[in-house]
């Protein structure tokens, strides 16, 4: 809720995404393995209902990987 009151408020919208994925990953110090949908990443996705940005929009299916993704 708090990235997309900031996107709403002039933030760039990629730095209002990062703001939910990839910054608390790094901070958590876990950025090398989470946070983005890359190869060699554990990856848990979300599927929305709307864009996940926008003020009331709600997650519909989650995704989760035990495995890292890998491009093999």
């Known amino acids: 809720m708090e990235a ?4 709403r408020n002039g933030l760039p919208y990629s730095i209002a995404l ?3 994925t990839s910054q608390p990953a790094r901070l958590l110090g ?3 393995r989470i946070g983005k949908i890359a190869p060699g ?6 599927v929305w209902d709307s864009d996940p940005l926008s003020v009331g929009a709600a997650p519909v299916q989650v995704c989760v990987v035990y ?3 890998s491009t093999n």
């Open 4 to 7: 997309a009151k900031a996107f």
């Open 18 to 20: 990062q703001g939910v």
């Open 30 to 32: 876990l950025g090398h």
């Open 41 to 46: 990443f554990d990856a848990d996705v979300l």
């Open 67 to 69: 495995e890292s993704v």
